[in-house]
């Protein structure tokens, strides 16, 4: 027998993206909503009649009504397609939390919650079996349960949220699962959350990744699984992009503005989708101070194509040249400018104000030749 | 520059030509009273030099004399080794000459200005350096003015002072971005952005701790729902919950049983008491019935035998009220008689007193009809005796005045004269006051006239006229004479005091009048005449009969008063008797009423029996269920308990029920307040507030590291402008220390950045400029200006320097001393004093110039 579904998880819905400036973080949670939207369609396109979502529905327990009252409206909008909701660890199912009260204030008929710890006939013949998570962190393994469940012939899902053993986890929950789950329990297919990016643990076992990136991680979010499973041979899983943002983070290491050129020709090449993109930069070296102010120049030039350009100047160190001390103009100025060189040198806490301040003379200058010419 | 002569007309007091001809260009001196207009030389000079021709301003319109006219200046200059001769006139028929002495070059108007800047150069105001008192030192500072060859003076003898106006940009930066952070106290103070930040950082981090502890709440609140809802459950479940609820139950069955029972028991003792109280009071009725029929039988019986003695004693009552009356009618018989009697005695008196009132009354009417036929008053006769004094004495006056005739008859003679009829006597004596005719008989007539003088003629007048006043007085008084009337004077008198007297005893007699006694005495007769007591008897007969009657009253007033005791106590017998009989009939018809009609009273009492036997029955029912329910109700000890065993498990339910109860609030509240927590989305508004406060604070570290470099930024930069400014004041400062030396000796004058003295350092101590004493600023002022002018001349441009009477405040002693370098700096260049210390300023030496008239034709004309 035949079921196809979409596997996804780690939704975060409510997620607040506070660190970002004037109405990005709007934009962010809003993108969150309309990824339900991309995965319907994409679960519809790939003839899914069901919608695993394997935890972290929700960032928090504590999500408004009004918010969560939208999701539920978003999924009832596609009654062809069933919702299997699993609480994780952001949204435990315990008394008092998000799914108490939207078990209380009734949800949509196509919209499923695993609450508890019971197998559950999701379709003619397909039996899931849920290990929701009741609390944040958990000594036990969920889903020991499994291997006593006798389901006959059925299809077994396993829908789970946690750290299998032995691979890292993106989330702060201490859930361990065990990656033999899968043998033990006689899973046809383990849908699994928690790690934000796509990743084959084993061909029976996936983390879907969230479906739209949600922080700077080099680990491929921003994807569903379609996961179809005919007979006892492996599931065929097909990787779908839902993301709507790109997130990216760079390192570079500088010695002068130009080496900017990389990363300024990876965002022209991205056209139009540039600003569906956030780039944390992050730069290291030592360059002149002429250089220093070119490359916050060209920072400032380059950031209006993207969505988001969060840039990390900590690692970037600045010296004065001679050249540039002979460039002001001033005797005044350059010799002001050669103590603060000689102070910068000396290492401390008074050598980076030291260093600053000779940026800032620098930065004064080029203004102030600029004015007076 | 130099100065060699001075011109002016109509320019200030000077509305006539004035020339100061002939200054050396190395010391001159203009010495002269107040009011010389020095001040105006200097005004004028300054003015020719610097002011267009053309220019309207107000420090032309002052040079305008008072009476009018337009200021011509004249000015003989040497510059660059030539000499110049500059002429201006100002306000009216404004012009301007510029003449090249040596060539005779003259240039006019606009080119001659042209000329004129050109020749003193890019000095500007520093072509000529002024020192007037009072002048603010501010206003000679090189750098706010600008002065181009000063400047160049300076930078020639030092390097690198010129910085352009980038540093200066930097530094106005610096300092305006600095204040945008930091305020200027010591230490700085966060403002603008930066304090903006830092209170953005600390709301953030309150706004994220409250939101943490949100959020910890929150959590317990997670944690305890899990907990009551597991509790609740266990309660719920519980098989004790609800055996506990039969027990109770079944417990409070059994005592309200047993209550009942004994709620019961208590009834039926209730009702064998009321059936007792009744019975006690149907056979009281009974008892009370047949006790009134007995006691209504004896009073009958008692009214029957008590109406003989009733008869007896009315009768003897009715005898002795009779015996009563007749003694009190003695006694009042005797009474009357007595007041009989005393009515004639007041009868007898009161005629006595009548008869005497009406005697006095008739001698009182007597007196009073005489009195009223005595017309001589006493003042009627008073004012006669008066007037006769009076007649007397006027008539004694005339008489002593009028011839007195004595009548001597001769024998035979004698009668012969009369005198108005009437024969004169021998020996009479005539005092005629008006002619006297006296007839002689047979001899004729003799007329005396007596002479009168005029008091004589007032005399006589008042005579006659108080003559018949006299005469009016007796007709009044009813007297022909005087003595008629001092007669009826002592008559009236005397019937004064005879009606005096009467009047006095008609009172005594009858004080109330006499007509009231004269009534009096009438009733008392008639009074008597009633009583039929003799009218006529006498007081000693009264008396006596009056004493008779007094022995007959006292016997009648004894046998009055046993009459009464025998009365009395009749009537009280009588009195006594109908008040038994009264009480009696009024209980026997109570009791009448009580029991009935006799023909009834049988078949009350039978009734009465009847009500008896039944209560006497109903007891018996009653005492027979109250032993019944004795037997079936349990005692005090076996009911508490009961009630304490049905209070236990009532305890115990209850407190399941109240347990149940408030796990079920308390899961409510809980709920309730995480609907709140997720209302506000406390975990995601706190982990944004994180985020921000991160930010915030990363960003107020940037700016405090900002502000740092800024400040150290700005530290360099003013101390690199302290280095310039020291450098830059170098030139100045070598050429100001020998004059400085000559005054105060081992002194430092600190110059601030515009090269105005800004303080004086002794030794230690430093004291700033404006706190000096005014004399040692104005000697300081006038040093810096010879430093100016020193420094100007060491590099090829000198300037003169005018000092109008700028060291009014300085002493003797430092006076010498400022002549020493005043005469020290005229070998360098020009210094023209203008003085009104004409003595004082002997000892400066140089050449002394003074006012003359100017000559020129031109001006002349």
Not at chain 1, 76 to 81: A, E, F, S
Not at chain 2, 104 to 117: C, H
Not at chain 2, 387 to 398: Q, V
Request: hydrophobic share 45%.
């Amino acid at each position: 027998m035949r079921f196809t579904f979409l596997h996804t998880a780690d939704w975060q819905i409510g997620k607040r993206f506070g660190s970002f400036p004037d109405d990005k973080p709007a934009v962010l949670r809003d993108q969150r909503l309309q990824a339900v939207d991309r995965l319907a369609q994409a679960a519809l396109a790939g003839g899914c009649t069901a919608v695993l979502v394997a935890g972290d529905v929700f960032d928090t327990e504590t999500v408004p009504e009004a918010l969560s009252g939208h999701l539920f409206a978003r999924l009832k909008g596609y009654p062809r397609l069933a919702w299997h909701l699993l609480p994780g660890n952001h949204d435990p199912a315990r008394a008092g939390g998000v799914w108490s009260g939207l078990a209380a204030s009734g949800i949509p008929e196509n919209v499923h919650l695993h609450l508890e710890a019971k197998a559950s006939e999701i379709a003619p013949g397909v039996v899931l079996l849920p290990a929701p998570l009741a609390s944040k962190r958990t000594e036990s393994d969920p889903t020991a349960w499994w291997d006593g469940v006798d389901t006959g012939p059925a299809i077994r899902i396993g829908l789970a949220h946690g750290s299998v053993q032995g691979f890292g986890s993106a989330g702060d929950a201490n859930v361990s699962i065990d990656p033999a789950r899968v043998k033990s329990a006689r899973l046809d297919y383990l849908a699994l959350g928690d790690w934000h990016g796509t990743t084959r643990i084993s061909e029976r076992a996936w983390y879907s990744g969230t479906p739209e990136p949600d922080g700077f991680r080099d680990n491929d979010p921003g994807n569903a699984l379609i996961v179809r499973i005919d007979g006892l041979g492996a599931p065929e899983v097909e990787v779908v992009r839902t993301a709507h943002f790109t997130w990216t983070r760079r390192t570079l290491k500088l010695d002068g503005a130009d080496q900017l050129a990389p990363v300024e020709a990876e965002v022209a090449a991205l056209g139009a989708s540039a600003v569906r993109s956030l780039l944390a930069l992050e730069l290291q070296g030592l360059v002149p101070l002429a250089e220093s102010a070119r490359i916050e120049e060209r920072l400032t030039k380059l950031e209006p194509h993207l969505f988001h350009l969060a840039r990390d100047l900590k690692g970037l160190a600045t010296f004065a040249a001679a050249d540039d001390i002979e460039a002001l103009g001033s005797p005044v100025l350059a010799d002001i400018a050669q103590r603060l060189k000689l102070a910068g040198e000396e290492g401390g806490a008074s050598a980076a104000v030291a260093q600053r301040a000779l940026r800032r003379l620098f930065t004064l200058a080029r203004q102030a030749e600029g004015a007076d010419s | 520059m130099k100065i060699h002569a001075i011109r002016l007309k109509e320019v200030g007091r000077f509305s006539a030509p004035v020339a100061l001809e002939g200054l050396s260009g190395g010391l001159d001196v203009l010495a002269g009273p107040n009011e010389l207009g020095k001040s105006t030389i200097l005004k004028a000079v300054n003015a020719a030099l610097f002011v267009p021709h053309t220019s309207k301003k107000q420090e032309i319109e002052e040079l305008r004399p008072y009476a009018g006219g337009a200021p011509l200046i004249e000015l003989d200059i040497e510059t660059r080794g030539r000499p110049w001769r500059l002429r201006k006139q100002y306000l009216s028929s404004r012009s301007a000459e510029l003449r090249d002495l040596t060539t005779g070059q003259l240039s006019r108007g606009a080119d001659a200005e042209t000329q004129l800047a050109a020749l003193l150069g890019a000095s500007g105001h520093f072509a000529l350096l002024c020192v007037a008192q009072g002048a603010a030192m501010a206003s000679m500072a090189p750098v706010r003015t600008g002065g181009a060859t000063f400047m160049a003076a300076i930078e020639s003898e030092v390097e690198n002072i010129a910085d352009g106006n980038v540093s200066r940009l930097v530094a106005d930066r610096v300092r305006q971005e600095l204040a945008g952070l930091h305020t200027s106290h010591n230490p700085p103070r966060p403002t603008g952005k930066l304090k903006k930040a830092l209170d953005a950082r600390d709301d953030l981090a309150r706004r994220h701790a409250d939101a943490e502890r949100r959020l910890a709440s929150a959590q317990e609140r997670l944690d305890r729902l899990g907990t009551l809802r597991n509790e609740l459950a266990q309660v719920a479940d519980s098989e004790l919950a609800r055996s506990g609820e039969v027990l109770a139950a079944e417990a409070r069955h059994a005592f309200d049983e047993a209550r009942e029972a004994r709620r019961k028991h208590a009834a039926a003792e209730q009702s064998v008491a009321a059936c007792q109280q009744q019975l006690n009071s149907a056979k009281l009725a009974l008892e009370i019935f047949d006790r009134d029929a007995a006691t209504l039988e004896k009073l009958e019986a008692a009214a029957r035998d008590a109406l003989p003695m009733r008869a007896e004693v009315e009768e003897r009552a009715a005898e002795c009220a009779n015996r009563l009356a007749r003694a009190r009618d003695a006694r009042d018989a005797m009474k009357g008689a007595l007041a009989a009697l005393e009515r004639s005695r007041r009868a007898i008196e009161c005629a006595e007193r009548l008869a005497t009132a009406q005697a006095a009354h008739e001698r009182r009417v007597a007196a009073l009809d005489l009195l009223s036929e005595n017309a001589a008053e006493e003042k009627i006769v008073e004012a006669a005796r008066r007037e006769a004094s009076s007649i007397d004495k006027l008539e004694a006056r005339l008489c002593a005045a009028a011839p007195r005739v004595t009548m001597r008859y001769s024998a035979g003679g004698a009668g012969k004269v009369t005198v108005e009829g009437r024969m004169l006597g021998d020996g009479e004596v005539l005092n005629p006051r008006r002619p006297l005719t006296l007839e002689i008989e047979g001899i004729g007539v003799l007329t005396i006239a007596p002479g009168q003088s005029g008091d004589d003629a007032h005399d006589a007048a008042d005579l006659a006229a108080r003559q018949e006043q006299l005469a009016s007085l007796l007709q009044r008084a009813g007297a022909t004479s005087l003595a008629d009337a001092e007669q009826l004077l002592s008559r009236r008198r005397s019937l004064e005091a005879d009606v005096a007297a009467a009047t006095a005893q008609l009172k005594a007699a009858a004080p109330e009048g006499l007509e009231r006694l004269q009534r009096s005495y009438d009733d008392l007769l008639a009074q008597v005449r009633s009583l039929g007591a003799p009218e006529t008897a006498t007081l000693d007969d009264l008396e006596a009969r009056g004493a008779e009657l007094g022995d007959g009253l006292a016997a009648a007033e004894k046998t009055l008063a046993e009459a009464m005791r025998e009365e009395r106590a009749a009537r009280d017998a009588l009195a006594d008797l109908r008040a038994h009989h009264d009480a009696r009939a009024q209980q026997i018809e109570q009791l009448i009423a009580t029991l009935g009609a006799p023909e009834k009273r049988t078949d009350t009492r039978r009734e009465k029996l009847a009500a008896f036997t039944a209560a006497s029955e109903a007891l018996n029912a009653a005492v027979r269920e109250a032993t019944a329910w004795r037997d079936s109700a349990p005692d005090n000890a076996r009911l508490s308990d009961l009630k304490h065993t049905a209070d236990l498990a009532e305890t115990a339910h209850k407190r399941v029920r109240d347990e149940l109860a408030r796990l079920r609030n308390d899961v409510a509240g809980v709920e309730g307040e995480l609907r709140s927590d997720r209302g506000g989305d406390v975990a995601a508004l706190c982990a944004e507030l994180g985020e921000q406060l991160a930010i915030t604070d990363a960003h107020c570290c940037d700016l405090q590291e900002e502000a740092a470099a800024l400040q150290l930024l700005a530290q360099e930069l003013d101390a690199a402008g302290t280095r310039a400014r020291d450098r830059f004041a170098k030139p100045v400062v070598q050429r100001l220390e020998p004059y400085l030396q000559l005054i105060l000796p081992q002194a430092r004058l600190v110059l601030g950045e515009d090269l105005a003295p800004e303080a004086l350092e002794r030794g230690s101590a430093r004291e700033d400029f404006a706190r000096l004493s005014g004399g040692t600023q104005e000697q300081l002022g006038l040093l810096v200006r010879l430093a100016f002018a020193r420094l100007l001349a060491d590099t090829g441009v000198p300037a003169p320097l005018i000092i109008d009477d700028a060291v009014v405040n300085t002493d003797d002693e430092r006076l010498t001393r400022l002549f020493q370098a005043l005469r020290h700096a005229a070998q360098s260049h020009q210094v023209l004093v203008l003085t009104c210390r004409q003595r004082d300023f002997e000892h400066l030496g140089g050449r002394r110039i003074a006012l003359a008239t100017w000559e020129d034709a031109r001006a002349a004309a």
